[in-house]
């Protein structure tokens, strides 16, 4: 099969005439962030904002002339656009896709996002061994990987090669141990960066949840990028989001990275199911005894402190990291451990807090005496 390139991509972008300026698409400026791997081509159009919604007719025309390339399997072009950030909802950015055609996951029941204040606190460890354990519990499972700059997924569940398009406009998602995954990790090289600014992060990420076919499901996990930025918000903006799942370490500096994330979500009006904490504890292989390394406890007085359920902790143990670095996540190579107990304790809860909130039902205020 022949091999395309980026300059055969760039060569055939220049066909596409912009209706407004009468030049070249390329010429212009507006192509840009570029990927080609292995017959698979992602590509960004800058744009205006108002003009954006009339400007699908290009941004399909575009992906077009991509596809029809010997050698390319799919094309994916997004829009995308500098926002006014006074004119966006609820006073931030407003990243909605421009002539978006098809609904952001139409047919999933429930989303829940796994967040972190910030990074290297086993959030995507937690958010795969999650999805599993949801999966064990007989519910159609989805996880998307929202991490553009660190796409872990594809190595902690496994999977190797890339999605099909049955029809080049769409693909089909990646399956694990029973769970659908899409990220873009399975469209770029492992090594290569991705070096892309804000807005065409934003389209990326929403392409990738409308443009695959998701088919019905009745709960997706969608593994946050850490902190809480642009990405992070548009994501709470734009996706029903039915509830957050904050990851943090015991130790204060971490927790104070997670009230942030908590807060911010609370901010955005999506519910705050609870927080996990991660790294809990370390027991020694050889005596037993349990070591607090990072403390102990943190995440759980940060919980009270919060009004915020307390979710559970998973230990920090050798055996979690290396399944995860294998492929194969703890819940499903090692069932009966007691890791993968507090796992499935943990999807239970948060599956009983989203089946609560869907049903309309509301809990009490928390009553506490001094």
């Not at 159009?45 to 002339?65: D, M, T």
């Not at 029809?68 to 072009?77: F, I, P």
């Not at 090669?161 to 769409?170: A, K, L, M, R």
């Not at 996990?221 to 903006?237: R, Y």
């Amino acid at each position: 099969m022949a091999v395309v390139s980026e300059s055969q991509v760039i060569e055939a972008l220049k066909g596409i005439v912009d209706p407004d300026k009468g030049a070249d698409i390329v010429s212009l400026g507006m192509v840009s962030g570029v990927v080609v791997k292995d017959g698979h081509v992602t590509f960004a159009i800058e744009v205006e904002p108002e003009r954006g919604p009339k400007l699908e007719p290009l941004r399909k025309a575009a992906e077009k002339a991509v596809h029809d390339l010997a050698g390319v399997l799919t094309a994916s072009a997004v829009l995308t656009a500098e926002r006014n950030v006074q004119g966006g909802p609820k006073g931030g950015h407003d990243h909605g896709p421009a002539g978006q055609e098809r609904p952001l996951l139409p047919d999933v029941k429930a989303i829940i996002a796994v967040a972190s204040g910030k990074g290297g606190v086993g959030k995507s460890t937690t958010a795969a061994n999650l999805a599993m354990a949801l999966s064990q519990q007989g519910l159609k499972v989805g996880l998307f990987d929202a991490d553009i700059y660190g796409p872990s997924m594809p190595r902690m569940l496994g999977i190797e090669g890339e999605p099909v398009s049955p029809d080049g406009q769409t693909l089909l998602p990646m399956e694990s141990y029973g769970v659908k995954c899409m990220s873009i990790g399975f469209l770029v090289p492992e090594d290569s960066p991705i070096i892309w600014r804000g807005p065409m992060v934003m389209g990326a990420i929403q392409q990738l949840l409308r443009d695959v076919q998701w088919g019905e499901l009745d709960v997706m996990v969608i593994d946050m990028p850490p902190g809480t930025g642009d990405t992070q918000l548009t994501i709470s903006q734009n996706l029903p989001l039915t509830g957050a799942v904050i990851v943090s370490t015991p130790q204060d500096i971490a927790l104070l990275d997670a009230r942030k994330g908590l807060n911010m979500f609370r901010k955005v009006d999506i519910p705050v199911l609870g927080i996990i904490e991660n790294m809990s504890y370390y027991v020694c292989p050889k005596c037993g005894d349990e070591a607090h390394i990072f403390g102990h406890g943190g995440a759980k007085a940060e919980a009270a402190k919060l009004s915020c359920d307390f979710l559970g902790e998973v230990p920090l143990d050798i055996v979690i990291r290396e399944t995860a670095d294998r492929g194969e996540p703890i819940v499903v190579s090692k069932p009966s451990s007691p890791h993968s107990k507090a796992y499935r304790d943990i999807a239970k809860k948060v599956w009983d807090k989203v089946q609560l909130i869907q049903s309309g039902a509301k809990k009490g205020p928390k009553i506490s005496f001094e």
